[in-house]
C-alpha cells in the first residue's frame, strides 16, 4: 500500500486549502471528506452567500478574535484576508465588499466558492475519498494509520486534522475529530455556542415576534458592571432576542453568564440623544401635548406594536393623557427609552448555533506551524481549535488561513 505524503482529514474550507497548499508543493495528498461532496457547510454559510473574508486590517482581525487574538497572528500574516481574495480572482472568482468590510463572492454564492475549491483540487491533482467517516488515527513509528467505520485503511506521513467543530452536525461536523484529538492526549476546552440566539425571561417578550428594532444601541449589566455593546439592530423572537449584534457577541455573553449567572440587557431606543436632552423634550412634550394619550406619544421612540407590551410590564396605562402623568412616571417612561432592560437567561441548543467555541487547546498546537505539540507530524486547521472570531468573515478566514499554514508546514520534510 503507498503512504501519503499529508492526508487531510475534513473537505471545508481549512481542509481543502490544506490539501491545496500541500498539493502545489507536489505533495501526495489525500483529502477524506465524511460527506459525498465537499464544502457542505460552506454553503449554507452567510445564508447561502459566503461571506468569507474581511476587509479589516490584521489588528482588527486579533481584535476579533478578542483574548485568542494573539495566536492567530502568524497564521493571518502569512495567510491574509489579501491574500485569500487574490486566491479567489486568480482562479476566476471577483469578489464584492459590503458593509462593515465583509466580503462575498461577486455572484453571490456560495457554491461559487466552493466549485472554485474543487477545480483547485481537481487541477492539482488531490485525491478526494468521499463518504468515509474516520474512527481511529495512530502513529506508528513515522507513519499515520487512518482506519475509518467500514475498515479502510489509509497511511501517511503527516495529518490535518479539519473536522469542524459540532455545530450544523448534518453538514458532518458531528465532533469526531474532537475525539480522535482527545484520545491521542489532547485536552478539548468546554465546547460552546458561538453565533447562537438568546433566551430571555420575560414572559412579554414573546408578544414583539418578529419585531426588528434598528441601530438601537445596547449594553449589558452583569458582575456589577455595564458593558457597552456596539449599536446595531436588534430582532425579537418567540424566545427571546436575535440579530447581527446578538449573534456577534453571543459567545461572550454566554462565557459572562457562565460567570454570573442571568445578565440585563438594555436597549436604547435613542443612542443618539443625551439623557439631559432626552428629560429636557419630555418636559416640553407632556406640555405642548398634554391631551394626547401615552400609547400615541410613545409611537415616536418605540416601533407601534410594541408600546402596548411594554407599557403592559410597567404597569401603565397606554390610554392615559400625558397631563395626568406623574413626574416618577415620566421620569420611569424616560429610563425606558434609554435603557429598556430585558432579562437574558440562556441560549438555544448547540445545534443552533453557527460557530463551535471550543475545541483543541491552543496551548497544545504551536501557532506558526499548526503542528501538535503532542504528536508531531499532526496538524490542526479550523473549527476544530479551540475559539471563536466575531460574525463577518473573521471565523471562515481563520478556516482558510490555518488551513493553509497547516498544509504548508505539513509539506516539509517527514517527521
Known amino acids: 500500500m503507498s503512504i501519503y505524503d499529508i492526508a487531510v482529514i475534513g473537505a471545508g474550507p481549512a481542509g481543502c486549502m490544506a490539501a491545496i497548499q500541500g498539493a502545489q508543493q507536489g505533495k501526495k495528498v489525500v483529502l477524506l471528506e465524511r460527506n459525498n461532496r465537499i464544502g457542505r457547510k460552506l454553503l449554507i454559510t452567510g445564508n447561502?452567500?459566503?461571506?468569507?473574508?474581511?476587509?479589516?486590517?490584521?489588528?482588527?482581525?486579533?481584535?476579533?478574535?478578542?483574548?485568542?487574538?494573539?495566536?492567530?497572528?502568524?497564521?493571518?500574516?502569512?495567510f491574509s484576508n489579501h491574500h485569500?481574495?487574490?486566491?479567489?480572482?486568480?482562479?476566476?472568482?471577483?469578489?464584492?465588499?459590503?458593509?462593515?468590510?465583509?466580503?462575498?463572492?461577486?455572484?453571490?454564492?456560495?457554491?461559487?466558492?466552493?466549485d472554485i475549491l474543487n477545480n483547485v483540487l481537481e487541477e492539482y491533482k488531490v485525491e478526494i475519498i468521499y463518504n468515509y467517516r474516520l474512527k481511529h488515527l495512530q502513529k506508528h513509528s513515522k507513519v499515520f494509520k487512518l482506519i475509518s467505520t467500514e475498515n479502510q485503511l489509509i497511511t501517511a506521513y503527516k495529518v490535518v486534522l479539519a473536522t469542524g467543530g459540532v455545530t450544523y452536525k448534518e453538514t458532518g461536523s458531528s465532533g469526531d475529530g474532537l475525539n480522535i484529538a482527545e484520545a491521542l492526549g489532547h485536552s478539548i476546552t468546554e465546547i460552546k455556542?458561538?453565533?447562537?440566539?438568546?433566551?430571555?425571561?420575560?414572559?412579554?417578550?414573546?408578544?414583539?415576534?418578529?419585531?426588528?428594532?434598528?441601530?438601537?444601541g445596547l449594553s449589558l449589566r452583569s458582575g456589577g458592571k455595564i458593558i457597552p455593546l456596539p449599536r446595531g439592530n436588534l430582532l425579537f423572537t418567540h424566545f427571546g432576542v436575535s440579530g447581527p449584534v446578538i449573534l456577534d457577541m453571543?459567545?461572550?455573553?454566554?462565557?459572562?453568564?457562565?460567570?454570573?449567572?442571568?445578565?440585563?440587557?438594555?436597549?436604547?431606543?435613542?443612542?443618539?440623544?443625551?439623557?439631559?436632552?432626552?428629560?429636557?423634550?419630555?418636559?416640553?412634550?407632556?406640555?405642548?401635548?398634554?391631551?394626547?394619550?401615552?400609547?400615541?406619544?410613545?409611537?415616536?421612540?418605540?416601533?407601534?406594536?410594541?408600546?402596548?407590551?411594554?407599557?403592559?410590564?410597567?404597569?401603565?396605562?397606554?390610554?392615559?393623557?400625558?397631563?395626568?402623568?406623574?413626574?416618577?412616571?415620566?421620569?420611569?417612561?424616560?429610563?425606558?427609552?434609554?435603557?429598556?432592560?430585558?432579562?437574558?437567561?440562556?441560549?438555544?441548543?448547540?445545534?443552533?448555533?453557527?460557530?463551535?467555541?471550543?475545541?483543541?487547546?491552543?496551548?497544545?498546537?504551536?501557532p506558526r506551524t499548526m503542528e501538535s505539540k503532542l504528536v508531531p507530524g499532526l496538524y490542526f486547521a479550523g473549527e476544530i481549535i479551540d475559539g471563536c472570531g466575531r460574525r463577518g468573515g473573521f471565523n471562515l478566514q481563520q478556516a482558510f488561513s490555518t488551513g493553509y499554514v497547516a498544509g504548508d508546514s505539513a509539506s516539509a520534510l517527514k517527521s
Not at 459566503?50 to 476587509?55: D, I, K, V
Not at 490584521?58 to 497564521?75: H, I, Q, T
Request: overall charge neutral; aromatic content about 10%.
Open 250 to 366: 453571543s459567545h461572550e455573553i454566554v462565557e459572562i453568564m457562565d460567570k454570573y449567572g442571568d445578565v440585563k440587557l438594555y436597549i436604547d431606543f435613542k443612542p443618539d440623544v443625551t439623557d439631559q436632552d432626552l428629560e429636557a423634550r419630555f418636559i416640553e412634550d407632556f406640555g405642548r401635548y398634554s391631551k394626547r394619550s401615552l400609547k400615541n406619544y410613545l409611537k415616536y421612540y418605540l416601533p407601534q406594536n410594541m408600546v402596548g407590551p411594554v407599557l403592559k410590564t410597567f404597569s401603565l396605562d397606554p390610554d392615559k393623557k400625558l397631563n395626568q402623568i406623574t413626574r416618577a412616571e415620566r421620569i420611569q417612561l424616560q429610563r425606558m427609552v434609554i435603557a429598556l432592560p430585558v432579562t437574558i437567561n440562556g441560549h438555544l441548543p448547540l445545534d443552533k448555533a453557527m460557530i463551535t467555541c471550543g475545541g483543541v487547546s491552543k496551548k497544545e498546537i504551536n
Open 84 to 114: 485569500l481574495m487574490n486566491f479567489f480572482q486568480d482562479n476566476g472568482l471577483d469578489f464584492i465588499e459590503e458593509e462593515g468590510g465583509r466580503v462575498f463572492p461577486s455572484t453571490e454564492k456560495a457554491k461559487s466558492v466552493v
Open 193 to 216: 455556542p458561538g453565533g447562537v440566539p438568546l433566551t430571555v425571561r420575560e414572559e412579554w417578550i414573546p408578544d414583539l415576534k418578529g419585531i426588528t428594532l434598528e441601530d438601537v
Open 48 to 78: 447561502g452567500r459566503c461571506n468569507f473574508t474581511n476587509t479589516a486590517s490584521l489588528e482588527v482581525f486579533l481584535e476579533k478574535f478578542s483574548k485568542n487574538g494573539s495566536f492567530y497572528r502568524d497564521v493571518f500574516s502569512k
